[in-house]
T-cell receptor
Framework: GAVVSQHPSWVICKSGTSVKIECRSL??????MFWYRQFPKQSLMLMAT?????????EQGVEKDKFLINHASLTLSTLTVTSAHPEDSSFYIC?????????????FGPGTRLTVL | GDSVTQMEGPVTLSEEAFLTINCTYT??????LFWYVQYPGEGLQLLLK?????DKGSNKGFEATYRKETTSFHLEKGSVQVSDSAVYFC?????????????FGSGTRLSIRP
């Protein structure tokens, strides 16, 4: 149980376009979802926390107009990278948590590799 | 604020060697502690966890003990395999945080030679 999927697993896009990444909890209801960014050979950087039905809380230094997060249901959150540029190229990982399971445990998706040309 | 410090890599060992990856933490409360593993090109998988002092988490031959007196959570394995090659992240979570926020260490890359 506690499986989280992401789609797509990788995406290549042109500079200036927008890209949407989906994160789904497959067998549980995720009251909270998290979005991380990981640069090569570095740790995960938390970008934002989203609770179902409310606006995401962004970490300091993360542009909310650049990285749009929607958590419309208890099983789906989306991250849209708007007007992507090469510096947005990175590995994006989502995770999900629920009060139904161990509250302070997050379950991670497999990640999405974004390459902006 | 809360933080996690883990030994820098890369760590290179021969197969069947003993592994230790050091991890220490700073926290104001009583956090839960985790080790996550990331295989090449993949997301994170929870390897083991401990939620209170003196708890020992274990999985797949890996072990770590929550040491409150030394604020440590070192990862150990008695005999590593090539398949253990991955990046290992030590992490903590404040159970009293409503957001279940996890703070990660910088990661330690482990390479095992056949």
């Amino acid at each position: 149980g506690a499986v989280v999927s992401q789609h797509p697993s990788w995406v290549i896009c042109k500079s200036g376009t927008s890209v949407k990444i989906e994160c789904r909890s497959l067998d549980f209801q995720a009251t909270t979802m998290f979005w991380y960014r990981q640069f090569p050979k570095q740790s995960l950087m938390l970008m934002a926390t989203s609770n179902e039905g409310s606006k995401a809380t962004y970490e300091q230094g993360v542009e909310k107009d650049k990285f749009l997060i929607n958590h419309a249901s208890l099983t789906l959150s989306t991250l849209t990278v708007t007007s992507a540029h090469p510096e947005d190229s990175s590995f994006y990982i989502c995770s999900a948590a629920t009060s139904d399971l161990s509250y302070n445990e997050q379950f991670f998706g497999p990640g999405t590799r974004l390459t902006v040309l | 604020g809360d933080s996690v410090t883990q030994m820098e890599g890369p760590v290179t060992l021969s197969e069947e060697a003993f592994l230790t990856i050091n991890c220490t933490y700073t926290a104001t409360g009583y956090p839960s502690l985790f080790w996550y593993v990331q295989y090449p090109g993949e997301g994170l998988q929870l390897l083991l966890k401990a939620t209170k002092a003196d708890d020992k988490g274990s999985n797949k031959g890996f072990e770590a003990t929550y040491r409150k007196e030394t604020t440590s959570f070192h990862l150990e394995k008695g005999s590593v395999q090539v398949s253990d090659s991955a990046v290992y992240f030590c992490a903590l979570s404040d159970p009293y945080s409503s957001a279940s926020k996890i703070i990660f260490g910088s990661g330690t890359r482990l390479s095992i030679r056949p």
